[in-house]
């Protein structure tokens, strides 16, 4: 059964920073990963979806790289802001289309 | 852009009531899908379905039914609603998976309904 990780669960850093949130799974025989943000009380957006044919996909200051082989992606945050701060998930598709979610990192930037 | 609309943001009703809540997509999706999310427990799939009239259980079914009689439109039904369904609960749809590497199709999501059982 897949499994997906996301450590650490929560993350503060100042505004302006470079950041790397991780998202780990267990199965690697999968055909893409997505990320999404959360904002407080809301539906999820999706932000990326990296192919496994892929090793990276870009979309404005936002990188989603994906490692197949050792089970792992990252989203990378380029210059952090305020507005960012977020709880970001990660999910990979099973059969049918079926999502199996990461629990997700909460993310805050102080300004 | 796709746009999936929950028929309420906010609900609250009795232990013991039928609930419903509707799910409406405007980009003629064949997959839909309910899941509820929890604090520690993320998000888990209830049910899902691929085409109008059909449904699979997800990994948490048990309380719960759905209803597709339309495409564009599923319905997730609490047949009597219990206090451990509170809870935020938030509808998917996304395009026919079709097989094959990089065929696999975005899942969006809509705002949620947060719904309280008193």
């Known amino acids: 059964k897949q499994e997906v990780t996301q450590i650490p669960a929560a993350l503060s850093v100042p505004e302006g920073e470079n950041l790397v949130l991780n998202c780990s799974f267990t199965d690697s025989a999968i055909y893409n990963l997505q990320w999404f943000r959360q904002d407080p009380g809301k539906g999820l957006t999706s932000l990326l979806l990296i192919q496994s044919s892929q090793r990276e996909q870009t979309s404005g200051r936002l990188n989603a790289s994906l490692d197949k082989s050792s089970g792992r992606s990252t989203l990378y945050i380029a210059a952090s802001q305020p507005g960012d701060s977020a709880t970001y998930l990660c999910a990979v598709p099973g059969t049918n289309s079926k999502l199996t979610f990461g629990k997700g990192i909460t993310l805050s930037v102080r300004p | 852009d796709v746009k999936v609309t929950q028929s309420s943001r906010y609900l609250v009703k009795r232990t013991g009531e039928k609930v419903f809540l509707e799910c409406v997509q405007d980009m003629d999706h064949e997959n839909m899908f309910w899941y509820r999310q929890d604090p520690g427990l993320g998000l888990r799939l209830i049910y899902f379905?691929?085409?109008?009239?059909?449904?699979e259980k997800g990994d948490i079914p048990e309380g719960y039914s759905v209803s597709r009689e339309k495409k564009e439109r599923f319905s997730l039904i609490l047949e009597s609603a219990s206090t451990n369904q509170t809870s935020m609960y938030l509808c998917?749809?996304?395009?026919?998976?079709?097989?094959?590497?990089?065929?696999?199709?975005?899942?969006?999501f809509g705002d949620g309904t947060r719904l309280s059982i008193l």
């Open positions: 998917a749809s996304s395009l026919f998976w079709t097989g094959g590497v990089g065929s696999n199709q975005p899942q969006h």
């Open positions: 379905s691929y085409d109008v009239k059909m449904k």
